[in-house]
């Protein structure tokens, strides 16, 4: 059945996603560079011999070479080449010449390639002339200086022409040499500046270390730039031809001439790809990439494009920010969410103010109230614990002074959520620890031990990947718990509110944060003394810090399950659409209920669909039943999220669909331990490829990604009212959810 299940799906790939970058079945890459037709790996996999490449893997790691040249490859764009350059080179002593080589490049045998002129003639010495001579349609000669007198001063970085000389070389050139020569021999430089360098590089690509490379050893400085600094070659198709003589351009793409001749093929706007493959080009779904394609409203994808238009209720231009307004009607200007908060708070202000004079309470009465809260709060139970444990370093009880300090007394401005359940708070320490600070609503006296107990939990569990409790105060009316500050939000808002810039969380970042989630778990559920189930797993309870690391957070459902119990019966709690069907039916808490939440977790990273899909039909708005169905219907690879479909392999998809039905199984005793999720996660992450279309990796834009995620924090949560930071919501929680039930 299962054996049966992989085939099937593996045929439907093969129908849905071609594989376009090679051409079919060629290989796509060499180490880790991207190998796209009319580029090839072997014979028969280009388009002609002049795209063949070689991957020797006698090297370590293997190395891409040109079919006919000896100069490394090291990558290969739409339009360009990048390889390994190659230096000439003169060297002087007191006796004169030591040492010295010309070289060039020939490209004249490849019809189809010419330097680009992106590549600058670079010249290093203080005594030292070089010419390049060249081939275009005409001979080209030119040359540069690279003078000095005294130990140069040089600023750091930068070819100004002491020392170092660049020039632009003419368009078309297909084949350059470079000779070196000296005016006095380096006689006067000879204490700092022995050789002479010349050799063509792409622009930007070679900084220069000013003294440092002058005096640098030269076999060093030329085995330097000849392994690491690229030339580029452009590339184009029939280079005696144009488009106009028939072309190799696929369909949804388009031919353009090349200056100079020949022509290249380009997928149309709205499209992505290879356009030389059958197939190759493909439509980009915009609504999945925020950044580039703006979206403030409902984004439906069309072909070669998408449409934008303002959420129900609202009107105006989507496309923009704030293009949106509402629907006029007479007194909208007082029913908008942000008049409401500001009305609410005047009032609790005007309460407070009218509280504060009527009562006029004095200190003593204040201090004894403390008194009395930290007793109701369980204080004296906790600070007993604290005492048995006797590992009080990783549970601080924080005064009220200490947390009003850091909130500015609870202000407005410093709130980050608000949810069903209290009131999260942004704060900083005196040691300038940033912090979430929780205020809870109003709690029963009677449910202290309870809270107690969960606090003791929390701190007892020390995992990189769960959210830290790092104290609480219990001298406020209400508990107030502490953890440390979690900056990027939660997994559901970056997996299905990409709104104001969030970056795309990519399938290799979405595998890590499934793994990391499912390690966190799985050591909840086995590697301590007392197993702990989270009740209450979803991607709304796992937060992102500012390296994208998760961290499992809200402890609120959770329970500790005593060694000799294998499950135990509890009041049904959870999400709609995470809740395990059968601890619904049974009430029979076991710790397969989470593996049952955390595979409806994957299941919203992999297919970019909410839990409850209100867009959906009766028997597929519960997205667990939507997947599992469309797996065991042979459709995975249509509810994949599409751009997923290209960022992942084919084995990581299949695994990770077999994965997630196995989790989903209705039977608990089917499903795997979170043990066993974590480890296949884990494996499953070795297997990451880099497409063919080139994005700007994270660390580019990681700090304006930061930036746009953290006012959207702030704004979020009291715009749309939902519990985005009910993660801090924890304990309390629960205290509350059992309390109603009394
Ligand atoms: C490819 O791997 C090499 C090391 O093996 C690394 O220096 C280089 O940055 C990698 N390139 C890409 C595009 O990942
Ligand atoms: C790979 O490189 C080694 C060492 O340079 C060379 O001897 C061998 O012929 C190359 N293999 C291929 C297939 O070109
Ligand atoms: C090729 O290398 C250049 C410079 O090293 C880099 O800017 C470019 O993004 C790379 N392109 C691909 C397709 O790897
Ligand atoms: C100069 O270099 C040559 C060749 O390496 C060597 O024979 C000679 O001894 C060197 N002279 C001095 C003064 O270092
Ligand atoms: C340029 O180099 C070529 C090949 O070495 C040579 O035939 C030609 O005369 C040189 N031209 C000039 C202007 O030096
Ligand atoms: C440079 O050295 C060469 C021999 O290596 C010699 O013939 C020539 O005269 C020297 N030139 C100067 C300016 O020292
Ligand atoms: C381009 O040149 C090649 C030989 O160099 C020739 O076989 C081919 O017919 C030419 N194509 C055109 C369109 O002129
Ligand atoms: C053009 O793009 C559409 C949408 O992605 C795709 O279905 C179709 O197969 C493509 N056509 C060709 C000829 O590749
Ligand atoms: C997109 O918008 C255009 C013009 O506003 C409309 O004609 C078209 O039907 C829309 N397409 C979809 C799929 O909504």
């Keep these: ?45 280009s388009l002609d011999e002049s795209y063949s490449t070689i991957c020797n893997t006698s090297y370590e790691p293997p190395k891409l070479f040109p079919t006919s040249g000896d100069l490394e490859v090291y990558n290969i764009s739409d339009s360009e080449v990048r390889l390994a350059t190659l230096v000439s080179y003169v060297c002087y002593n007191q006796s004169g010449f030591v040492d010295g080589v010309i070289s060039g490049i020939d490209l004249r045998k490849h019809k189809v390639y010419t330097f680009s002129v992106k590549n600058k003639f670079t010249v290093i010495g203080c005594d030292d002339y070089a010419l390049i001579n060249g081939t275009d349609k005409d001979d080209f000669t030119s040359g540069c200086f690279g003078l000095c007198r ?53 622009e930007g690509s070679f900084k220069f270390s000013g003294a440092t490379d002058l005096s640098a050893d030269y076999t060093d400085f030329v085995k330097r730039i000849e392994s690491t600094i690229p030339i580029v070659l452009d590339w184009v198709i029939a280079p005696n031809g144009t488009c106009a003589d028939g072309n190799e351009c696929k369909g949804n793409s388009t031919c353009y001439n090349v200056e100079g001749g020949g022509y290249r093929c380009k997928c149309e706007n709205g499209y992505e790809g290879n356009p030389y493959l059958d197939h190759g080009c493909q439509d980009i779904d915009e609504c ?152 809870s609503k109003l709690v029963d006296a009677t449910q202290a031990e309870q809270f107690i107990n969960e606090v003791m939990i929390l701190t007892r569990v020390i995992h990189r990947n769960v959210v830290k409790l790092l104290g609480c105060c219990l001298e406020e009316e209400v508990p107030v718990l502490v953890y440390e500050f979690i900056s990027n939000n939660t997994l559901f808002n970056h997996i299905h509110h990409r709104l104001g810039g969030m970056d795309w969380l990519s399938w290799e970042n979405r595998l890590r944060v499934a793994s990391e989630a499912a390690s966190a778990l799985a050591y909840l559920h086995s590697e301590i003394s007392l197993p702990i189930i989270h009740r209450d797993v979803k991607s709304t309870n796992i937060l992102l810090d500012e390296n994208y690391t998760a961290k499992i957070s809200d402890f609120g459902a959770s329970r500790l399950v005593p060694l000799d119990h294998e499950q135990v019966t509890t009041l049904i709690q959870g999400t709609l659409g995470y809740l395990d069907p059968e601890y619904f039916n049974s009430s029979q808490l076991t710790e397969k209920s989470d593996v049952y939440s955390f595979g409806v977790v994957l299941a919203e990273l992999i297919t970019g669909k909410k839990p409850i899909g209100a ?21 995975l690879f249509e509810i994949v999220e599409p751009r997923i479909l290209r960022e992942g392999t084919l084995e990581q998809l299949q695994e990770v669909g077999d994965l997630l039905k196995r989790c989903l199984s209705l039977v608990g005793r089917d499903r795997p331990t979170m043990k066993e999720v974590a480890v296949e996660l884990d494996g499953l992450r070795k297997f990451t490829t880099h497409p063919w279309v080139q994005r700007e990796t994270y660390s580019e834009t990681k700090s304006s990604v930061l930036e746009s995620v953290q006012s959207d924090l702030y704004e979020i949560p009291l715009i749309y009212g939902t519990n985005e930071w009910e993660s801090y919501s924890g304990i309390t929680d629960m205290v509350l959810k059992e309390n109603n039930t009394r």
């Design 1 to 45: 059945m299962l054996l049966h299940f992989i085939i099937c799906v593996t045929m439907v790939v093969e129908g849905a996603t071609t594989n376009n970058i090679a051409k079919p079945g060629c290989p796509t890459q060499c180490r880790n560079i991207t190998v796209p037709y009319p580029f090839g790996i072997g014979t028969d996999c």
């Design 150 to 202: 005294k130990k140069p001063n040089v600023p750091y970085g930068q070819c100004s022409g002491i020392g170092c000389c660049q020039i632009s070389i003419p368009k078309g050139l297909t084949y350059y040499d470079a000779t070196l020569n000296t005016l006095r021999n380096h006689s006067d430089v000879l204490s700092f500046n022995e050789c002479g360098y010349g050799f063509l590089v792409e």
């Design 288 to 439: 999945n990439n925020q950044g580039t394609n703006p979206c403030h409203g409902v984004c439906i994808n069309t072909l070669g494009g998408y449409n934008c238009t303002c959420l129900p209720g609202f009107y105006g231009d989507a496309y923009i920010k704030k293009g949106c307004e509402p629907i006029d009607t007479k007194d909208s200007n007082w029913s908008s969410p942000k008049y409401m908060i500001v009305m609410v708070s005047s009032m609790f202000t005007i309460l407070a103010g009218i509280a504060g004079m009527c009562f006029g309470i004095r200190k003593r009465k204040l201090i004894r109230l403390r008194e009395k809260f930290f007793e109701q709060n369980g204080g004296l139970l906790l600070k007993q614990k604290i005492k048995s444990q006797q590992s009080n370093e990783a549970m601080t009880l924080f005064s009220i002074e200490q947390l009003r300090k850091a909130t500015n007394n609870y202000a407005q401005e410093k709130i980050i959520g608000k949810g069903a359940y209290g009131v999260v708070y942004k704060g900083v320490l005196l040691d300038k620890r940033v912090v979430a600070i929780k205020k």
């Design 615 to 635: 867009d959906r039909t009766n028997e597929e708005k519960n997205l667990a039943t939507y997947f599992v169905n469309s797996v065991t219907g042979n459709r």
